[in-house]
């Protein structure tokens, strides 16, 4: 029907059911016939919804698209959805000349009509139709304390579309591929992790309709804040998309991460094996010796399966797996618990015994999973399609790190080590700029700015706030333009945004809304005054945003400063609103999927919206702290046992471990002793650094205990306001505790 209906009109087979409705409905237009359509509202920014705008704008008058902010207009969906009126007409300049207007509702729609007598038709018709008309007869942006409409000609979202095209079409080219429609690219199911078969990403499916219109990012009109279109307006032309800057591609797509993507073991397992007898009970696949592993010439990976592999250490790199327990704006090779498998060489040219052993492990081995068929790994489609099955060396780091999905922090971490990541990320690295505008770009990035502006170029999962952006969204995101910088600006981007990489970089949400879990008290806190977040009252912040606005081309400090206060206002109130649907869709969920949250899930839940602070685990924690002069190894396991400072013979001694396998770690003195038994209580294994003194060990013990302290009455409080089951409570409770003492795993 649609073929019939509309032979020029291509919907890819990602694209939501309603797409197909719109053709098929609408042939039964007359010139001048209007068509209304309430759906999901992804289409106005999702490229499977480019086709259906050029679509729209070829053949109809875009008379308005409506959505609410207040309520959903269908309770139980779990989706943004809007209205969206057409008028069919064939007349290309009446097209063109038509202003769109794009309407956002503050109030529910009822209250907006206002009071009618119950039953009178006739008062509920003139009061929708006076509604109409107040929309229809706007002429420029209007908004009031229900409504904000938003006007724009129909020609400028027809010449924005032709822009991206362009943009697109060039990025086509860079990437090896051609301008031409690729079907095979697009209907590639969408792959999540590098644990999937297909070999298709339609995160590189740049897609053109047949018209040439590339798309545009209708959502914005609806959603941002007059910010966003003031500051536009007064400086578009010192924006810049960020495709036309970067080359923006996803990081690897292994096929199995399981196999390729394995957790590096080493020192964990040097530590507690620290002699060769005791190596050799290390369960091993392939044994190797102890004195190869200590030199650094063999490293010990844990794969997919649990098991455990000798592997030479130059066919391994740090892989960047994930951004969860990133806190800051940089990354180096130290905090990546993953490494990634680097073999460029061919099988016959292989000469290493570990790594050709590992090699045929996968050619042996299934890692089946619920995305994975149960094939060996060298079987799967994504693999068997590369020359050589097991080569990922293809890659190119980039410069810094774009996140496919974000929640309520604004992260960009520069690479400067030049790490490889996988598929969950995308590797940005400058194009076609100066060394010192290139230095400009990842502070331009952590800005506050675009931490905003990002939120209307990516699309939400449903009406929560998870916030997922796909490559063709990142290229048209528009940016300050770093080709403007001075050395100036620059001097003052930099010195900022290494305050930050120093620093946990929090959340932009409020921290009232953060520990808020019903409905009824989220909306009490919608009525109270904006307060802004911790990390919207940073200084080094504040610094950023300020050196952002001097390179828009502001140079009145007070103007600067006044936008940067608008700026922090309207990102609460974003990110506020943002909170607010999640809150009510999280506790709509156990009842509409008629199942209960486990301790885990209703962890998960509370560990997402809690303040970055208390997610930052002890060891991280600890290195911030002043005074560390003495480095220990705490046994990975075993229970501490401490004697105490009473006792005669073994006050400044802690053992770990029973039997001949009992460790001790010899401390200075009973305060030493005490710090360290504390901390292996708490989680703490591994390298730690200590302080010397007694004074300053009693100190940190006592900051480590009210710490710990904090920690459990502010989950505590999370998980009351959540559940009255007195044994989730306290399960969900302790899975918090141990997660902020030893940190998450993924």
Request: proline share 5%.
């Amino acid at each position: 029907l649609v073929t019939q209906a509309c032979p020029n009109l291509e919907l890819s087979k990602r694209a939501d059911l309603h797409c197909y409705f719109w053709p098929t409905a609408t042939r039964f237009l007359k010139e001048g016939g209007y068509f209304g359509f309430l759906t999901s509202s992804s289409w106005l920014d999702v490229e499977y919804g480019f086709a259906l705008q050029g679509w729209i704008l070829e053949n109809f008058k875009l008379v308005a698209v409506l959505e609410s902010l207040d309520e959903p207009w269908f309770e139980d969906a779990r989706v943004k959805t809007c209205v969206t009126i057409l008028q069919r007409c064939s007349n290309a300049d009446e097209r063109d000349a038509n202003l769109v207007k794009f309407a956002r509702f503050f109030r529910p729609v009822a209250e907006i009509l206002g009071e009618r007598p119950p039953g009178d038709e006739e008062a509920r018709q003139n009061a929708a139709d006076e509604l109409r008309k107040l929309i229809e007869r706007q002429k420029s942006d209007f908004s009031n304390d229900q409504l904000r409409v938003i006007v724009v000609e129909q020609r400028e979202l027809w010449r924005q579309g032709l822009e991206v095209a362009e943009l697109l079409k060039r990025k086509k080219k860079d990437l090896g591929g051609t301008a031409d429609h690729d079907k095979t690219d697009e209907e590639a199911e969408p792959v999540e992790d590098g644990d999937q078969d297909d070999a298709g990403s339609p995160d590189e499916a740049f897609t053109v309709s047949l018209n040439g219109y590339g798309g545009g990012k209708w959502g914005r009109y609806v959603r941002a804040p007059d910010l966003y279109f003031e500051l536009m307006r007064r400086f578009g032309k010192r924006f810049v998309r960020l495709g036309e800057i970067t080359d923006i591609h996803r990081g690897v797509t292994s096929g199995c991460d399981a196999f390729f993507l394995p957790l590096d073991v080493t020192a964990q397992l040097l530590v507690e094996h620290p002699d060769a007898k005791s190596w050799k009970r290390v369960p091993l696949v392939i044994p190797c010796e102890r004195a190869d592993v200590a030199r650094g010439r063999i490293k010990i990976i844990q794969a997919g399966d649990k098991s455990l592999h000798p592997i030479e250490s130059k066919y391994l790199r740090p892989e960047v797996h994930s951004l969860m327990q990133v806190d800051r704006p940089v990354i180096k090779s130290g905090e990546c618990p993953r490494v990634i498998l680097f073999v460029n060489k061919p099988p016959e040219k292989l000469t290493d015994r570990f790594v050709k052993h590992y090699i045929h492990y996968g050619e042996t081995r299934t890692f089946s999973s619920k995305k994975s068929q149960a094939v060996p790994v060298h079987r799967r489609s994504t693999c068997a399609t590369r020359p050589v099955w097991y080569d990922l060396t293809g890659t190119s780091p980039g410069a810094a790190f774009w996140p496919k999905t974000q929640k309520y922090r604004h992260i960009i971490p520069e690479n400067p080590e030049r790490l490889v990541c996988n598929c969950n990320l995308y590797d940005v690295m400058p194009l076609g700029l100066t060394k010192v505008q290139a230095a400009a770009l990842t502070p331009i990035l952590n800005s506050t700015l675009v931490g905003l502006f990002k939120s209307f170029y990516g699309r939400y999962a449903g009406v929560e706030g998870t916030l997922k952006t796909e490559v063709v969204d990142v290229n048209v995101l528009e940016i300050p333009d770093p080709r403007h910088i001075t050395p100036h600006v620059l001097s003052k981007l930099r010195a900022a945004l290494k305050s930050l990489q120093r620093r946990t970089v929090g959340h932009l949400v409020e921290e009232a809304f953060l520990g808020c879990h019903s409905s009824a008290r989220v909306r009490r806190l919608a009525e109270t005054p904006i307060e802004l977040p911790a990390e919207l009252q940073q200084s080094d912040r504040r610094a950023l945003d300020d050196a952002v606005f001097e390179l828009l081309g502001v140079s009145n400090v007070a103007e600067r400063s006044r936008l940067i206060d608008q700026l922090y206002i309207e990102t609460a109130r974003y990110y506020r609103t943002l909170r607010i649907g999640d809150v009510q869709t999280t506790e709509n969920r156990p009842r509409n999927k008629a199942t209960k949250f486990t301790a885990h899930d209703l962890a998960e839940d509370i560990w997402d919206t809690c303040e970055a602070d208390l997610k930052t685990p002890l060891a991280t924690w600890l290195k911030a702290l002043p005074g560390a002069t003495t480095q220990f190894t705490i046994p990975l396991e075993g229970r501490p046992q401490y004697h105490g400072p009473t006792d005669m013979f073994d006050a400044a001694n802690v053992y770990f471990g029973k039997g001949k396998e009992r460790v001790k770690v010899e401390c200075a003195h009973p305060e030493q002793a005490t710090l360290l038994a504390k901390l292996a209580s708490f989680g703490v294994r591994g390298q730690v650094g200590l302080p010397t003194a007694p004074a300053t060990c009693q100190e940190w013990s006592e900051s480590l205990s009210n710490r710990v302290a904090l920690a459990q009455g502010r989950f505590q409080q999370f998980v009351e306001a959540r559940t009255s089951v007195d044994k989730l409570r306290d399960q969900t409770t302790e899975l918090l505790v141990s997660w902020a003492t030893q940190g998450k795993g993924g």
